[in-house]
């Protein structure tokens, strides 16, 4: 029996327990980055448009998930378990994340023309976790705030801790690493009328009404910007999927306007007070974060010695 959307919703408590780490540490770039939704947005979908080049993630997606009635409900969940993995505590990180893995230990089956597939493939699960680094670094870097050469290598050398517990065995340690994985796969990209589908879903504004429909088309036309451009020519995606400069401009007002947004009931708020840091920690300038780190640490180690003593 497939699971309602509703059944598959994920409920994770970021406040406890009290004091239990993440899986990366505060003032990492991922703790940065995942908190602004815009850029979860557009590299979310770049993401998808970069799976669903193959048939066989296209297929597993298409046909073992409810992505055909509810394509927005199941981004969402997956940008959701995305934030687990980067603002829960290590424990409930790990569980939802072995969750993820059994439910797709059941996915496997053929593509169109016949090609079997397992969802647990080392070969697609590799791309798949590397889609989702490139598509949130490079949305965040071309649409909110351009990050330097060591901030992106320090992005993707952090991004293999939450790799491995999905079962990852190669993860890029630079873009120049994901485009080499991206070129041993390229023989197996093709156009396909599912990769229409799923932008003209993103474009019609169903996942947000209240919002006007002309962001929605720029979202999914900066997404397709980020394609590296022999996959836009793989894909067939052509003139029709420019981002116009006012496009551009619009999507980085926006997303530069969410950066500043601090909200104290998100995941890195959260997450950040069952740390014992403020609340807004996630917001602050890396050197006021290395202080109040560096502060923290020291009253630690105090407390450990007058423990000891």
């Known amino acids: 029996m497939s699971q309602t959307p509703k059944a598959r919703e994920i409920s994770v408590d970021f406040s406890k327990p009290a004091g239990e780490p993440c899986l990366l540490e505060p003032d990492s770039l991922h703790w940065r ?17 970069l799976e669903f080049a193959d048939a066989r993630i296209r297929s597993g997606v298409w046909d073992h998930s409810i992505y055909k009635v509810d394509p927005i409900g199941r981004s969402k969940r997956t940008g959701a378990v995305a934030q687990v993995g980067v603002y829960a505590p290590r424990s409930v990180a790990r ?16 593509t169109p023309k016949g090609e079997a597939y397992r969802a647990l493939e080392p070969e697609l699960l590799n791309w798949v976790s590397a889609t989702a680094a490139y598509g949130f670094l490079k949305a965040y870097h ?21 790799g491995s517990l999905y079962g990852v065995t190669e993860s890029p340690k630079s873009e120049a690493d994901f485009l080499d994985m991206m070129n041993r796969l390229l023989p197996r990209f093709e156009p396909h009328p599912i990769v229409i589908e799923f932008l003209d879903i993103i474009q019609s504004g169903t996942a947000a009404p209240s919002v006007p429909r002309f962001l929605h088309r720029a979202l999914a036309r900066a997404a397709v910007s980020l394609l590296p ?29 969410a950066d500043r947004r601090k909200d104290p009931r998100s995941p890195p708020a959260i997450a950040a007070g069952r740390l014992g840091l403020p609340w807004d920690f996630a917001w602050m300038k890396p050197a006021a974060q290395q202080r109040l ?13 007058a423990q000891a003593a």
């Open 142 to 162: 071309n649409f909110v705030t351009p990050l330097s050469a060591a901030d992106q290598l320090r992005f993707w050398n952090d991004g293999e801790k939450i």
């Open 293 to 305: 780190l560096a502060g923290q640490q020291n009253r630690q180690a105090d407390s450990a010695t």
């Open 33 to 49: 980055i995942y908190r602004n939704p815009i850029a979860l947005g557009i590299g979310g979908v770049a993401a998808v448009l």
């Open 95 to 110: 569980q939802v994340i072995g969750g993820v893995n059994r439910m797709h230990a059941k996915v496997n089956g053929e």
């Open 229 to 257: 451009p022999i996959v836009r020519e793989k894909l067939e995606l052509g003139a029709q999927y420019d981002l116009s400069t006012f496009d551009r401009l619009a999507l980085k007002m926006m997303a530069r306007a």
